[in-house]
């Protein structure tokens, strides 16, 4: 299988262009051209004002983890592993533990989630088969500047709010 | 060898070993006839119905497996569409009040319900009325944990205990959709062999207070090794993993089928023999009580042996065929007394003449075939004698009160090659730490003189060396694996004409050879 040539043209050989001058200022007018006209009406621009202007995150946006609980603000996983067993990044480290409230036999004592390592997939999400771990928090952004706080640990899974309603999730194809 | 029969299955003309049921006969070739409440090591009980298979121009034309000889000429019939209909509603029945709690069950993955429901059923429930409600989570005693939900009443731990322990602590009670596995009031579970229940049931019914919820089995990787915990030598699986940013640990033992050795079962104190393997391990060489590194260590460890007139070696009777071998080797050149003096592992009457043996070293009889001393008077003759003992893994404290042991050992120096950080090994000058039976290969001779060998079956984060290893870092002169298997060709005439790799999966019965020998 050879490697097919195509010899693609030289630009830049004419005279006009080989003086430089005039070719910068045909640049310069395009580039001022759009300056102006933006800064006259920057209504067309398409560009979000970000930080300013937050994006609006649909519900099926893959964001930040969160682990939902029972009514009772209990953990609703039961440790069974699916979503570890799942992750493709190989960035959920869960431990699993007794649990003696009745509500089911097992429970994560750990539940450790990487986000360094995350590559936001939604596996979790899709295998869990109690619903318990989503991907509806709607923070996309997540900043820091030391390694350990990116592991996110069972507590800070489970105080953080979904952002979205409960009809507009199901809506949403979960 | 037993007769071969031929016979077909699916009109597939097969060869298979007579005297065996068809699902013994036809599984050995590969073909799985599926059966919930048949266990070779229990027999056939055919309460569960799921091993139907048809014969065709037969009479009865439908057949429980289990029960059925293998005939010449018979024509079984596996995937008629009959057969599938009731293989299909057999699994719909196991599953009417089954509880269906995998993500929260042990089981799940190596679970017969999960296999057999995805090769045979893979329907919705069509049950409309609540589950019958039965126990769950209940203490049946010596770490079993049962819920009667998720029994299919196949009655196999029934049967262990019955036949096997003949302890009978288990029975079913009740009848039809009731029936239900239960203990008799106030009288648990108390066999040396319970936990063997926990393996032989097929579904999440029965499963281990100590491995509950560690691990889901499908992480676990499975390693082949010989128990070390008696002389039997038992066959076990070594499940281990290692999880993210942790070391490589063994979360259990499960019994290995080897029908000369221990057969299908393992006991218990084998079965939690795993967990020192985890803890307590010497981990660090040292210095006195500092830790050094190990290269420091061993150097003053050969400035020692320079320095000693008289050294005397013990070894521990639980170490490989190979060890000895090495540390025999380094007696040798050292001009060293060795021993393998240790009484104190042996536990008399706390055999039972089914697996557990009052000797808790796994190779003692090595020690002999290899001509290695093992009296106390001896031994301790020569520590006396001796400015320097060099002790491979053999825990004195067994043996010795600790008072005693210092006695004895007084004006001795000490360098203890050992896997664990013993009272003992505290005791001395050096430690060197080495890896423990999972972590080498070896093998070694069983009270029934048979020889087994193992693979390593983990690597830990931080691998030790074997002790043959160490040794030869002493000074041992046989360096590599083919000069150890010679010397044992010399000593072990078993051995002579066989290939290191060659030894029989299920051991090698010395005693066979022998007398093969006598005669030729």
Not at chain 2, 51 to 60: A, F, M, S
Not at chain 2, 450 to 469: P, R, V, Y
């Given at each position: 299988?050879?490697?097919?040539?195509?010899?693609?043209?030289?630009?830049?050989?004419?005279?006009?262009?080989?003086?430089?001058?005039?070719?910068?200022?045909?640049?310069?007018?395009?580039?001022?051209?759009h300056?102006?006209?933006n800064?006259?009406d920057n209504r067309k621009l398409y560009v979000r004002h970000y930080p300013e202007v937050q994006p609006e995150i649909p519900v099926r946006w893959r964001g930040r983890h969160r682990l939902t609980t029972h009514e009772d603000q209990t953990v609703k996983c039961v440790a069974c592993f699916m979503c570890q067993t799942n992750c493709p990044a190989n960035c959920i480290m869960i431990e699993a533990g007794?649990r003696?409230d009745g509500k089911a036999e097992k429970m994560p004592v750990k539940f450790n989630i990487d986000l360094l390592e995350c590559i936001y997939c939604g596996y979790c999400v899709e295998a869990c088969p109690v619903d318990a771990i989503r991907m509806d928090t709607g923070i996309f952004s997540v900043t820091d500047n030391n390694r350990e706080s990116f592991v996110l640990g069972l507590e800070e899974l489970l105080t953080t709010p979904g952002a979205f309603s409960e009809e507009e999730y199901k809506k949403g194809g979960a | 060898?037993?007769?071969?029969?031929?016979?077909?299955?699916?009109?597939?003309?097969?060869?298979?070993?007579?005297?065996?049921?068809?699902?013994?006969?036809?599984?050995?070739?590969?073909?799985?006839?599926?059966?919930?409440?048949?266990?070779?090591?229990?027999?056939?009980?055919?309460?569960?119905?799921?091993?139907?298979?048809?014969?065709?121009?037969?009479?009865?034309?439908?057949?429980?497996?289990?029960?059925?000889?293998?005939?010449?000429?018979?024509?079984?019939?596996?995937?008629?569409?009959?057969?599938?209909?009731?293989?299909?509603?057999?699994?719909?029945?196991?599953l009417?009040?089954h509880p269906t709690d995998c993500p929260v069950c042990d089981?799940a993955g190596?679970c017969?319900?999960q296999?057999?429901y995805m090769?045979?059923d893979q329907a919705e429930s069509r049950m409309n009325?609540?589950?019958?409600?039965?126990?769950?989570?209940?203490?049946?005693?010596?770490?079993?944990?049962?819920?009667?939900?998720?029994?299919?009443?196949?009655?196999?731990?029934?049967?262990?205990?019955?036949?096997?322990?003949?302890?009978?602590?288990?029975?079913?009670?009740?009848?039809?959709?009731?029936?239900?596995?239960?203990?008799?009031?106030?009288?648990?579970?108390?066999?040396?062999?319970?936990?063997?229940?926990?393996?032989?049931?097929?579904?999440?019914?029965?499963?281990?207070?100590?491995?509950?919820f560690?691990q889901r089995v499908w992480f676990?990787?499975?390693?082949?090794?010989?128990?070390?915990?008696?002389?039997?030598?038992?066959?076990?699986?070594?499940?281990?993993n290692?999880e993210k940013y942790?070391?490589?640990?063994?979360?259990?033992?499960?019994?290995?089928?080897?029908?000369?050795?221990?057969?299908?079962?393992?006991?218990?104190?084998?079965?939690?023999?795993?967990?020192?393997?985890?803890?307590?391990?010497?981990?660090?060489?040292?210095?006195?009580?500092?830790?050094?590194?190990?290269?420091?260590?061993?150097?003053?460890?050969?400035?020692?042996?320079?320095?000693?007139?008289?050294?005397?070696?013990?070894?521990?009777?639980?170490?490989?065929?190979?060890?000895?071998?090495?540390?025999?080797?380094?007696?040798?050149?050292?001009?060293?007394?060795?021993?393998?003096?240790?009484?104190?592992?042996?536990?008399?009457?706390?055999?039972?003449?089914?697996?557990?043996?009052?000797?808790?070293?796994?190779?003692?009889?090595?020690?002999?075939?290899?001509?290695?001393?093992?009296?106390?008077?001896?031994?301790?003759?020569?520590?006396?004698?001796?400015?320097?003992?060099?002790?491979?893994?053999?825990?004195?404290?067994?043996?010795?009160?600790?008072?005693?042991?210092?006695?004895?050992?007084?004006?001795?120096?000490?360098?203890?090659?050992?896997?664990?950080?013993?009272?003992?090994?505290?005791?001395?000058?050096?430690?060197?730490?080495?890896?423990?039976?999972?972590?080498?290969?070896?093998?070694?001779?069983?009270?029934?003189?048979?020889?087994?060998?193992?693979?390593?079956?983990?690597?830990?984060?931080?691998?030790?060396?074997?002790?043959?290893?160490?040794?030869?870092?002493?000074?041992?002169?046989?360096?590599?694996?083919?000069?150890?298997?010679?010397?044992?060709?010399?000593?072990?005439?078993?051995?002579?004409?066989?290939?290191?790799?060659?030894?029989?999966?299920?051991?090698?019965?010395?005693?066979?050879?022998?007398?093969?020998?006598?005669?030729?």
């Amino acid at each position: 299988m050879g490697a097919q040539v195509k010899t693609i043209e030289r630009k830049g050989s004419s005279l006009q262009e080989r003086l430089y001058l005039p070719e910068i200022f045909k640049g310069m007018a395009t580039t001022f051209g759009h300056l102006w006209r933006n800064l006259l009406d920057n209504r067309k621009l398409y560009v979000r004002h970000y930080p300013e202007v937050q994006p609006e995150i649909p519900v099926r946006w893959r964001g930040r983890h969160r682990l939902t609980t029972h009514e009772d603000q209990t953990v609703k996983c039961v440790a069974c592993f699916m979503c570890q067993t799942n992750c493709p990044a190989n960035c959920i480290m869960i431990e699993a533990g007794e649990r003696l409230d009745g509500k089911a036999e097992k429970m994560p004592v750990k539940f450790n989630i990487d986000l360094l390592e995350c590559i936001y997939c939604g596996y979790c999400v899709e295998a869990c088969p109690v619903d318990a771990i989503r991907m509806d928090t709607g923070i996309f952004s997540v900043t820091d500047n030391n390694r350990e706080s990116f592991v996110l640990g069972l507590e800070e899974l489970l105080t953080t709010p979904g952002a979205f309603s409960e009809e507009e999730y199901k809506k949403g194809g979960a | 060898m037993a007769d071969k029969i031929k016979l077909f299955v699916n009109g597939v003309e097969v060869e298979v070993e007579a005297g065996k049921n068809l699902i013994d006969a036809v599984g050995a070739v590969g073909i799985e006839i599926p059966h919930l409440c048949y266990h070779p090591a229990l027999g056939a009980d055919g309460n569960c119905r799921m091993c139907l298979v048809g014969i065709e121009d037969g009479r009865p034309p439908l057949v429980p497996a289990c029960k059925t000889p293998a005939m010449a000429g018979m024509k079984v019939l596996l995937d008629a569409a009959h057969i599938k209909k009731i293989q299909h509603d057999v699994m719909e029945l196991e599953l009417i009040n089954h509880p269906t709690d995998c993500p929260v069950c042990d089981q799940a993955g190596e679970c017969k319900l999960q296999d057999y429901y995805m090769a045979f059923d893979q329907a919705e429930s069509r049950m409309n009325v609540p589950q019958v409600v039965k126990g769950k989570k209940m203490d049946f005693g010596a770490g079993v944990v049962h819920d009667q939900e998720r029994c299919v009443v196949c009655g196999r731990c029934v049967r262990f205990c019955r036949q096997i322990t003949k302890t009978g602590e288990l029975g079913i009670i009740n009848r039809t959709d009731d029936a239900r596995v239960n203990i008799f009031p106030g009288r648990p579970l108390s066999n040396r062999y319970a936990g063997n229940v926990v393996d032989l049931c097929p579904v999440g019914a029965m499963t281990s207070r100590d491995f509950r919820f560690k691990q889901r089995v499908w992480f676990l990787k499975k390693a082949p090794g010989i128990c070390h915990g008696c002389a039997k030598g038992c066959n076990i699986t070594i499940d281990h993993n290692r999880e993210k940013y942790k070391d490589d640990i063994i979360y259990r033992f499960r019994p290995r089928l080897n029908e000369q050795v221990n057969g299908y079962f393992i006991c218990d104190a084998g079965r939690l023999s795993y967990k020192a393997e985890n803890e307590g391990r010497l981990t660090e060489a040292r210095l006195g009580n500092k830790a050094r590194p190990i290269d420091d260590v061993l150097a003053a460890c050969t400035r020692e042996i320079e320095r000693a007139e008289k050294i005397a070696l013990v070894l521990s009777p639980n170490c490989s065929l190979e060890q000895m071998a090495a540390v025999q080797a380094l007696a040798e050149k050292l001009g060293a007394f060795l021993s393998g003096y240790s009484d104190g592992y042996i536990k008399p009457g706390d055999g039972d003449g089914y697996l557990i043996q009052d000797d808790k070293a796994a190779n003692r009889a090595g020690l002999g075939l290899l001509g290695i001393d093992c009296s106390r008077e001896a031994f301790e003759s020569a520590v006396q004698q001796a400015q320097l003992l060099i002790n491979f893994n053999n825990d004195l404290t067994r043996s010795y009160k600790e008072s005693d042991l210092k006695k004895l050992l007084q004006g001795t120096k000490v360098i203890a090659v050992s896997s664990h950080d013993t009272p003992g090994t505290a005791l001395a000058d050096l430690a060197i730490p080495v890896a423990s039976y999972s972590e080498y290969a070896g093998s070694v001779v069983n009270c029934d003189n048979i020889l087994q060998s193992f693979a390593k079956g983990l690597s830990k984060n931080n691998d030790l060396a074997d002790i043959c290893a160490i040794a030869v870092q002493l000074g041992s002169p046989l360096g590599s694996p083919k000069e150890r298997f010679a010397l044992l060709q010399q000593s072990i005439s078993a051995l002579k004409d066989l290939e290191p790799d060659k030894i029989p999966a299920q051991g090698l019965n010395l005693n066979d050879s022998e007398a093969a020998n006598v005669t030729a």
